[in-house]
């Protein structure tokens, strides 16, 4: 029975301990253990096993026994501990629930309180708003009292407003009434003068509604030109272009006439003599359009120039007698309004003349005209013009060509400018002639249009000035012969100061200098032609406006007469330095004075340079490029002939070096050679002189070296010949007169130390040791001195 009772008291137990999982993984975050008793799924029997796994373990039961019994009695006290504890904590939460009931009576109270007094506040603030609430309601209803009051009193005044404009409207017509009484659209014109009542008219129609006054305006003028468009009808003969004087005339009587009876009928600030001009011009340059589109056929040049002439001698007229202040076209203003010019190119420039070129009559009078900024009436009739000026443009393109043919004519009539040797290089008279005639084809044109004939007079300009460059420049320059005849020694022996080689004779030398001052000038000319034509035409025509090509055209002229020069002196130097290569150089004795080949070259130098540098004195910059040129030119070519010198001998080489010093020296001295005033050369020029006759001067040093031993020699040569390669150094050892089988082994040793030339200061220190100067040499290369001494 007791067994039964305490397995009924087990199963008791797990049932009431059994936990759901969510607390026991809580209890287990909470109390984390290790011990199998605390695990939820504990089960006796394998713990039971797990103590006495074996039977020989059962021998310390009784050891573990006593240790689950005073573990079950640490655990009673601990239970014992915590229900006596709850017992406690059940009285403390009674007295603490009590204490809280009181607080809350408290609170209570003490809310009550404070909301009787907040509905006493709230009274209290009610009854102070009171009369601030009454002026409120007085202030808004003051404020819409005043904005009726407002809106009535607008309404009124419209009314009235409209009353006065009615009466205002029905003044104006009867005003307008009064003026068509007077001046009838069909009729004639009043023969009295002025009314008086008109005038008062004109005065109340100054202060009513603007349109009364245009309208008085507009109908007044009609009236006033109905006359003009009856007696030039495009029907009568009074109307064409070669009487267009007659319009201009019969609108002078017209003004004068207006003063005389009108005007003081008008009010000052109306300018009605300056409105009927305005009007005038209007009407007149719509009837010239018309009919002069009917007639196109019929119009020439003079008759248009004529036409254009004296329209803009009358505008003129305008523009001295009145102010431009009823003008209303801002574009027509607009276009006669180029920016002021700094182009050199038309300084100090007279005022143009219309007929000055076109129209050769003594009886035209035309009065200085003002520039076009000026003139606020500038083509407000003489617009009309511009359709058709394409025969002013097609009469200049026939005149510019017959002035290239005229000056075709005369080069060859007069022949070349003569030699001048005191101001530089005579420019060609007709490249002023042209210029000079562009200008006023560029002046003339632009005061009849800024528009698309200046585009069409450019392009006419770009024609004639590459028919210039071709026919008057590059068509006169001399032309080379070929001849290919060459110098002995003993011819060289014979020539004398003064002996004609060179290719060109003096004139000839002249005139290519002549011919290249006048593209220089034709170039910079050019340029400022470009600048104005710019200036002269509308801002949105410049970038049409491009004569590059042109220029490039004078500049090609430039650079062909430096190369003729160049290949003159050139040429007539071949000979010296072909002498010089077939001289026998490896039997020259003893090392004397410069040898006749050099003499030769000096004296073409002589001949040449000094009419060159006279005739471009004026173009110093194109002297300096001459002489570079031929620099470049004289010197490798000098350097290849001297390469066709072999063999040479010691002696031979020593001379040659002297030679080629003297070259130098006077290439040095080539810009002023000849002259009174010496000048120091150009680094650019000198520059290239002293590189290339350095270079021919290391190559002779090469040549006088001994070859033996081969590095030393090799060594020697890479260190004198900056841009030394087996090329060069095998025209050195052909120089020499080595054999074949001699150069092999030394170019083979070359090509190894090629890589890898010696530089740094170690480097500089072998080459010292590695080159070694024999006495011999060293006593040949004194005495070689001793003797360029001796020759300077």
Same mark, same amino acid.
């Given at each position: ?66 240790? !689950? ?19 406690? +904590? ?15 009576? %408290?609170?209570?109270?003490? !809310? ?17 708003? $009171? ?11 003051? &404020? ?24 205002? &409207?029905?003044?104006?017509?009867? !005003? ?45 003028? /009609? #009236? ?28 002078? $009587? ?9 005007? $003081? ?24 359009? /018309? ?10 040049? /003079? ?22 202040? &009823? ?108 210029? +000079? ?9 632009? %005061? ?13 300009? #770009? ?120 001289? #026998? ?90 002259? %009174? ?24 040093? +090469? ?7 081969? +590095? ?81």
């Amino acid at each position: 029975m007791m067994e039964e009772e305490e397995l009924e008291f087990v199963e008791e137990l797990e049932a009431v301990l059994q936990l759901t999982p969510d607390v026991q993984l809580a209890i287990e975050q909470v109390f984390p253990s290790q011990d199998p008793l605390d695990r939820a799924d504990f089960n006796a029997v394998e713990y039971i096993n797990t103590l006495f796994p074996t039977e020989q373990s059962l021998a310390n039961i009784d050891e573990v026994v006593n240790k !689950i019994r005073l573990k079950i009695r640490r655990l009673d006290d601990n239970i014992r501990t915590v229900v006596r504890g709850q017992t406690n +904590v059940g009285q403390d939460g009674r007295q603490a629930l009590e204490e809280a009931q009181k607080a809350i009576q %408290q609170l209570f109270g003490k !809310i009550k309180d404070i909301k009787d007094k907040a509905e006493k506040s709230e009274q209290m603030v009610k009854e102070i708003t $009171r009369d601030i609430k009454q002026l409120d309601h007085a202030k808004r209803h003051l &404020t819409t009292s005043i904005t009726t009051l407002n809106h009535l009193h607008m309404l009124a005044g419209g009314v009235d407003s409209l009353e006065v404009k009615a009466a205002q &409207t029905e003044l104006g017509q009867q !005003i307008l009434a009064d003026f068509e009484e007077a001046f009838p659209s069909q009729g004639t014109k009043r023969p009295g003068g002025p009314s008086n009542v008109l005038r008062d008219a004109c005065l109340v129609a100054n202060i009513l509604d603007p349109r009364i006054k245009q309208e008085i305006i507009k109908k007044f003028i /009609k #009236q006033h030109l109905s006359e003009y468009l009856v007696l030039f009808q495009e029907n009568q003969d009074v109307a064409w272009l070669d009487k267009i004087d007659r319009r201009y005339a019969w609108i002078k $009587r017209q003004l004068v006439d207006y003063e005389e009876k009108y005007g $003081r009928m008008f009010p000052r600030e109306w300018y009605m003599t300056e409105r009927i001009a305005v009007e005038f011009c209007h009407v007149t340059r719509t009837e010239l359009a /018309k009919i002069m589109r009917t007639r196109a056929k019929e119009i020439e040049v /003079k008759l248009l120039l004529f036409a254009i002439q004296r329209t803009t001698n009358f505008e003129g007229f305008l523009a001295k007698r009145f102010s431009g202040c &009823t003008l209303t076209d801002g574009a027509l203003k607009k276009l006669e309004s180029p920016p002021q010019s700094t182009n050199p190119f038309l300084e100090d420039e007279p005022a143009p003349e219309m007929e000055e070129l076109a129209i050769e009559k003594g009886d035209l009078d035309q009065p200085k005209k003002p520039k076009a900024p000026d003139n606020p009436f500038h083509g407000i009739v003489s617009k009309c013009f511009e359709p058709h000026l394409y025969v002013y443009i097609e009469s200049q393109d026939k005149n510019l060509g017959e002035l290239i043919d005229r000056f075709v004519a005369d080069f060859k009539a007069q022949g070349p400018p003569k030699p001048n040797t005191d101001e530089g290089g005579a420019v060609l008279p007709s490249c002023a002639d042209l210029f +000079v005639y562009y200008k006023k084809c560029m002046v003339q044109c632009s %005061q009849l249009s800024t528009g698309e004939p200046m585009i069409a007079l450019t392009t006419i300009f #770009q024609k004639y000035l590459r028919e210039y460059a071709w026919k008057i420049l590059s068509g006169n320059l001399p032309k080379t012969t070929s001849s290919s005849g060459g110098l002995t020694i003993s011819s060289l022996l014979k020539e004398k100061e003064g002996s004609e080689v060179a290719k060109f004779t003096l004139e000839e030398l002249c005139l290519i200098c002549s011919i290249l001052s006048t593209a220089e000038y034709c170039l910079a000319t050019t340029q400022q032609l470009e600048e104005k034509l710019k200036e002269k035409v509308d801002v949105s025509l410049t970038e049409r406006i491009n004569l590059t090509g042109e220029m490039d055209t004078f500049s090609t002229v430039i650079s062909s007469s430096i190369q003729l020069l160049v290949q003159d002196l050139d040429a007539a130097c071949d000979p010296a330095l072909t002498a010089m290569s077939k001289m #026998q150089w490896q039997n020259v004795e003893h090392v004397g004075d410069q040898s006749p080949y050099v003499t030769s070259v000096i004296l073409h130098i002589k001949q040449n340079v000094p009419i060159i540098r006279d005739n471009l004195a004026s173009t110093r910059k194109y002297f300096t490029q001459f002489c570079i040129k031929f620099a470049n030119s004289f010197i490798p070519k000098f350097i290849t002939h001297l390469f066709k010198c072999k063999p040479i001998s010691m002696v031979g080489a020593e001379q040659l070096l002297l030679d080629t010093h003297s070259l130098k020296m006077v290439l040095l001295d080539l810009p002023s050679i000849g002259s %009174q005033v010496v000048r120091k050369a150009p680094a650019s020029y000198t520059k290239i002189v002293v590189k290339g006759m350095t270079r021919a001067e290391m190559i002779l040093k +090469v040549v006088m070296a001994p070859h033996e031993p081969l +590095v030393v020699f090799v060594d020697n040569y890479i260190k004198l010949l900056t841009d030394c390669n087996t090329e060069t150094f095998q025209k050195i050892l052909d120089m020499k007169g080595l054999k074949r089988s001699e150069q092999s082994s030394m170019l083979e040793l070359l090509r190894q130390r090629l890589p890898t030339p010696p530089s740094g200061p170690e480097g500089s220190g072998s080459l010292s040791l590695l080159a070694p100067t024999p006495e011999q040499e060293s006593s040949r290369i004194r005495k070689l001195e001793k003797l360029i001494k001796k020759r300077l």
